[in-house]
């Protein structure tokens, strides 16, 4: 079928017979062994990454599924990349083993990808920033992140978006290219960072005292969950209402938010057994008193009805 047209579709068995011999034995082997170097290389390049990824976790006191989690999103990603090469590469075999011009259709196919790359330049800088977001795991799908002014925990990562899910159940889409900073709040470790208002006329030096007892407590019945023992830090502010002391302690990420709350609930409950004062404020209404009547006026008033006519 050398020299014929690509499109020129067979009518008979005996020239689809041909066809096939000339051609579909080789097209064939090409797409059976496109996709067996994507199964080897896709496991070959998961094991090397992944081996490597948790050699650096233990180097480094990482959490290991927070390091999985990382490198999970990242071989999504190089594995869409390596399918989209092995489809390009592949369509270039079989359209050179049909006898159409390849060169002459790359030349083609770049022209008009130079135009539409001109036109999608918001596409490009999205996917660029997003390769450098994946390899340099700025933060991966499960770590709670602030990006772009939203706050969520990321449930996607392609090369092209981030999507975000906040605590209202909201799901965010932000373009790659939007991102300047990302603040990963649950990488590695996350850290108990609270502020306990007490009344003036408390002694300090009991309060913090208290506090830190229920710190140990607290760490003691989780320790599982605890990397150092939350504690007093300093005298944070002398605010309005009261003194603001300064509690810190690192835990395992994502649950600093549930032990600060715990540990709030501690401390409210053994300064009530205490007598420890939280100051708030307190509304006091005052009515205004009653005028008292003017004697004056009302015998004024009475004597002008009874006083005779003259």
Known sequence: MNGELLFLVPTTIEAWGDWFRENGLVITGVIAALVVLRYVVQRVVSRVIRSA????????????????RRVDTLLATLGWLFNIFLALLGAVIVLDQLGVQVSALVAG????????????????????????????????????????????????????????????GNVHIIPNSAITVATNMTSGFSRVNLNVLVAYEEDL???????????????????????????VVRVDRLAEDGVELKVVGDVKAFKQWELMGELRRRVKERFDREGIEIPYRHEVQVL?????????????????????RN
């Open 109 to 168: 196919v770049g022209v008009a990808g130079l135009a539409v790359g001109l036109a999608a330049q918001t596409l490009i800088k999205d996917v660029i920033n997003g390769l450098f977001i994946l390899v340099e795991g700025q933060y991966a799908v499960g770590d709670v992140v602030r990006v772009a002014g939203v706050s969520g925990q990321v449930v996607e990562i392609t090369p092209r978006r981030t999507v975000l899910r906040d605590l209202d």
């Open 53 to 68: 990824a948790l050699r650096a976790a233990r180097t480094r006191a990482e959490d290991p599924e927070v390091v999985k």
């Open 205 to 231: 030096s009991r309060v913090i005292q208290v506090i830190n007892e229920e710190c140990e407590r607290l760490a003691a019945d989780r320790a599982d969950d605890f990397l150092s023992t939350p504690a």
């Open 288 to 308: 205004p008193r009653p005028r008292p009547p003017q004697p004056g006026a009302s015998g004024g008033a009475a004597g002008a009805e009874t006083s005779p």
